[in-house]
């Protein structure tokens, strides 16, 4: 019974995130939505685990949540430098080779 | 998700629309999870949210970011569409129950696998039977793969361990 108000309220805190990655003025508005929508499935798959009586799926849950950093910091670098090269690094002058 | 689609044909900022197609995936990831696929759930998110969002940011960097509104109506690709989806959905109409124990892959091969396998392989573990001898060409096919992705990294690794060496030397 909890973990299905669990899961109820997390639906509605995807939904949430959902309006804020659709109406965000500013780019990084949806950046986190997207990030937090990651972590929302995160929890999501966490509680689907417990709802059905398999809690192993707590490790592929926190398998998302490694690619859900790696991606949220991957789309942060990309828009700060316009490369995932290193700022300034070798990529720049490696160009001119 | 359906919301998620509409809005996606609906918004004209490519931004908003790379971001809220990164939440497709994820819906699907979970979708996949539910129906325990979990495998598929993970390249779902790995490929889907990681890899591929990150690939439009990069196409969206070289040609802008607002849609540009065609010239005419489009209703041919739209026909294709529907008349796809709905060969599918009849598809499905014949498939047996999911979890559905006479469905036909547990009536086929799987009684052959239990009861013959080590005979026939004199392997004393089903699923290794299974992989390295009943399914041993694409089990060799998959370690190639993974072999030469592998190789991949490590010449990438090595090529920044090279670079970083000359500019020491450039330096020095």
Redesign the interface.
Known sequence: MMFAAATAALCVAMLL??VR??L?PT?FD??L??NS??TK?VL??AM?GFLTDRPD?TD?AL??AL??F??TL??LK??RY?S?ARPGG?AQQ?EGE | MVLTVLLIIRLHNLFAIVMLSGIFSLLAATFFVVVDGVDVAFTEAAVGAGISTVLMLGALMLCGRTEKIPDRKTVLPLLVAVVTGAALVYGTLDMPYYGDPEAPIHQHVAPRYINDSLAETSVPNMVTAVLASYRGYDTLGEVAVIFTAGIGVLVLLSRIKLGRRKEDEDAA
């Open positions: 995130a959902l990655a659709l965000g780019l949806r950046v939505a997207v929508f990651g499935t999501m798959i689907l799926f592929i398998l998302y690619i859900n790696v991606g991957a789309v990309f828009f316009g995932f070798r490696g």
